[in-house]
Antibody, heavy 117, light 107 residues
Framework: QVQLKESGPGLVQPSQTLSLTCTVSGFSLTSYNVHWVRQPTGKGLEWMGVIWTGGSTDYNSALKSRLSISRDTSKSQVFLKMNSLQTEDIATYYC???????????WGQGASVTVSS | DVQMTQSPSYLAASPGESVSISCKASKSINTYLAWYQEKPGKTNKLLIYSGSTLQSGTPSRFSGSGSGTDFTLTIRSLEPEDFAVYYCQQHNEYPLTFGSGTKLEIK
């Protein structure tokens, strides 16, 4: 059974770094790409970036300077780090498996992140 | 970036009715459009990809059509479990972009 689960602190102070972990099961990170997508409350979905099966990454240019995605294949985990957080970054953050051709065939339940001092 | 314009934002219908949701791209995305369903307490569900290909497990009352810039999701004979939020996503080029969503409510 394919599952993805996001975890991490729900509260980050302004200007600090967000660190989230996506733990996957039912598939291998060396066989499927994993994407990060976020959704500010009441707004639409924003694609953040992807880690490819080979371990390389691509990012949304709007976030590229602040964003880093990495993984530990032995632990089936994908990591998201984004620095200099501001209130505009308040959102639910999702990791999702790519089913092929850049669409997502499995999603995590999402991790809610608030930015506040 | 490809802008995706989804309409309507809200749609009210009764079980048994048929509805259509539109998604327009700011430039041609060939047939590379996906549709997702969002329901409270559940993970987002892929319904359709590549414009009209049903994901395994998607009921046949769902259909997708379109190419280029104009796409439509049609749900025939609505079931109670179909009332949800629907999003389109272009998967033709990066950055991937999504529509703003359509909330389908029970009339």
């Amino acid at each position: 059974q394919v599952q993805l689960k996001e975890s991490g602190p729900g509260l980050v102070q302004p200007s600090q770094t967000l660190s989230l972990t996506c733990t996957v099961s039912g598939f291998s990170l060396t066989s499927y790409n994993v994407h990060w997508v976020r959704q500010p409350t009441g707004k639409g979905l924003e694609w953040m970036g992807v880690i490819w099966t080979g371990g390389s990454t691509d990012y949304n240019s709007a976030l590229k300077s602040r964003l880093s995605i990495s993984r530990d294949t032995s632990k089936s985990q994908v990591f998201l780090k984004m620095n200099s957080l501001q209130t505009e970054d308040i959102a639910t953050y999702y990791c999702a498996r790519e089913g092929g051709d850049a669409f997502m065939d499995a999603w995590g339940q999402g991790a809610s992140v608030t930015v506040s001092s | 970036d490809v802008q995706m314009t989804q309409s309507p934002s809200y749609l009210a219908a009764s079980p048994g009715e048929s509805v259509s949701i539109s998604c327009k791209a700011s430039k041609s995305i060939n047939t590379y459009l996906a549709w997702y369903q969002e329901k409270p307490g559940k993970t987002n569900k892929l319904l359709i990809y590549s414009g009209s290909t049903l994901q395994s497990g998607t009921p046949s009352r769902f259909s997708g059509s379109g190419s280029g810039t104009d796409f439509t999701l049609t749900i025939r004979s609505l079931e109670p479990e179909d009332f949800a939020v629907y999003y389109c996503q272009q998967h033709n080029e990066y950055p991937l972009t999504f529509g703003s969503g359509t909330k389908l409510e029970i009339k």
